[in-house]
């Protein structure tokens, strides 16, 4: 089991970066696929990015493709996802998520907003 905590969410402008963390608690982090959703205020959540266990792998959702990129660092049990050129669009609660076989395991959540 693992417990997820995002950070580094923050007011910003358009065209700026942020830096997200998210550090697992618990053991077998590399067990886990590890994923960033968010959800915008009324609207469904969403899917961002995706990494694969050993990071070999990423899938992004069309909508950050070529500006977000996801990353992990197995020995600190932690998953990144650096956002640039962050549109208002952007602006939105993202959740880390720790994902191993039908197991799923969120954070609280960190608040991302983009001011035109």
């Known amino acids: 089991q693992v417990q997820p905590v995002e950070s580094g969410g923050g007011l910003v402008q358009a065209g700026d970066s942020l830096r997200l963390s998210c550090v697992a608690s618990g053991r077998a982090f590399d067990d886990y696929a590890m994923g960033w959703i968010r959800q915008a205020a009324g609207k469904e959540r969403e899917f961002v990015a995706v990494i694969s266990r050993d990071g070999g792998w990423t899938h992004y959702a069309d909508s950050v493709k070529g500006r977000f990129t996801i990353s992990r660092d197995n020995a600190k049990n932690t998953v990144y996802l650096q956002m640039n050129g962050l549109k208002p669009e952007d602006t939105a609660v993202y959740y880390c998520?720790?994902?191993?076989?039908?197991?799923?395991?969120w954070g609280q959540g960190t608040q991302v907003t983009v001011s035109s």
């Open positions: 998520n720790a994902v191993r076989s039908n197991t799923n395991y």
